[in-house]
T-cell receptor, first 108, second 120 residues
Framework: DIQMTQSPSSVSASVGDRVTVTCRAS??????VAWYQQKPGKAPKLLIY???SLQSAGPSRFSGSGSGTDFTLTISSLQPEDFATYYC??????????FGGGTKVEIK | EVQLLESGGGLVQPGGSLRLSCAAS????????MSWVRQAPGKGLEWISS????????FYADSVKGRFTISRDNSRNTLYLQLSNLRADDTAIYYC?????????????WGQGTLITVSS
């Protein structure tokens, strides 16, 4: 099974900062990676799919990139509503559909 | 608007059973794979099961295989998860999720979740 490893597990940042979260797959996943945002006490929401396609209504400050085994989620200018936990997920090999361990973006 | 409404969670003793339901609306239910994803308290997301359009094909994580059964009733637009032989480490919020149309499969809509607590 493909494993997804996220780093860092947490990051402290200020409003306006550029934030980068990375996800590494244990083998190539053909760019079929999604990113989800989860705010405390809420269900996750799909943010990016296909490594770089922004889900409808997603803010343009979020972007995704990567190929092969290494993928990145970037928030270009962190906003107060972006403080949340972010998860990656691979969709290349099904089943299973594993998630990364999560990255918590906290206020500095 | 897509809506997924889970029900059936609660407190159950170790070894017990429970059935979760997920009422779906706002999309053509029978045209989408559906899944359950869970999240233990303070932990990350874990995919546990998916079901094909018709319900003929089912898929499970190793952690629940043989104990959980996913099913669907397309006439009622409802997804189910039968949980048996529950253990303390099954304590989690269980989310019903709609899968994207076609492969590759992402989870594009989520319910609000229902909490299952396994404890004596």
């Amino acid at each position: 099974d493909i494993q997804m490893t996220q780093s860092p597990s947490s990051v402290s940042a200020s409003v306006g900062d550029r934030v980068t979260v990375t996800c590494r797959a244990s083998q190539g996943v053909n760019g079929w990676v999604a990113w989800y945002q989860q705010k405390p006490g809420k269900a996750p929401k799909l943010l990016i799919y296909g490594a770089s396609s922004l889900q409808s209504a997603g803010p343009s400050r979020f972007s995704g990139s990567g190929s092969g085994t290494d993928f990145t989620l970037t928030i270009s200018s962190l906003q107060p509503e972006d403080f949340a936990t972010y998860y990656c997920q691979q969709a290349y090999s099904f089943p299973p559909l594993p998630f990364g361990g999560g990255t918590k973006v906290e206020i500095k | 608007e897509v809506q997924l409404l889970e029900s059936g969670g609660g407190l159950v003793q170790p070894g017990g059973s429970l059935r979760l339901s997920c009422a779906a609306s706002g999309f053509t239910f029978s045209s989408h794979l559906m899944s359950w994803v869970r999240q233990a308290p303070g932990k990350g997301l874990e995919w546990i099961s998916s079901i094909s359009f018709s319900g003929r094909d089912t898929f499970y994580a190793d952690s629940v295989k043989g104990r959980f059964t996913i099913s669907r009733d397309n006439s009622r637009n409802t997804l189910y998860l039968q949980l048996s032989n529950l253990r303390a480490d099954d304590t989690a919020i269980y989310y019903c999720t709609k899968m994207t149309t076609g492969y590759p499969y992402y989870f594009d809509n989520w319910g609000q979740g229902t909490l299952i607590t396994v404890s004596s």
